[in-house]
């Protein structure tokens, strides 16, 4: 019923600047809040930062000051703007989505992820 697919990943320099993107499709009604998470290998998954439908954000510590989310209601897509990448931001980053569906049911919905290695 939604789709999500996320976009941008890959093999990046340390002090690099990449950007993610995920976009939403399927019979969303409305979506709530957007939020990248990430697992390095060998660790949990954990949050990177969120956005709610009204553009209020919060990053992790870790990454504070050097990403920036943000989303375009109008295409159904949340950002992640990767600045000065160092290499334990090494992960594969996942795109994770709070959907009302055309059928009036609201879910957490999860991308495949992208691969993000930075080398040193």
């Known amino acids: 019923q939604v789709q999500l697919v996320e976009s941008g990943g890959g093999l990046v320099q340390a002090g690099g600047s990449p950007r993610l993107s995920c976009a939403a499709s399927g019979r969303i009604f409305s979506i709530n809040s957007m939020a990248w998470y990430r697992q390095a290998p060998g660790k949990q998954r954990e949050l990177v930062a969120a956005i709610t439908s009204g553009g209020n954000t919060n990053y992790a510590d870790s990454v504070k000051g050097r990403f920036t989310i943000s989303r375009d209601n109008a295409k159904n897509t949340v950002y992640l703007q990767m600045n000065s990448l160092k290499p334990e931001d090494t992960a594969v980053y996942y795109c994770?989505?709070?959907?009302?569906?055309?059928?009036?049911?609201?879910?957490?919905?999860w991308g495949r992820g992208t691969q993000v290695t930075v080398s040193s």
């Open positions: 994770n989505a709070h959907i009302t569906t055309t059928f009036f049911e609201q879910s957490y919905y």
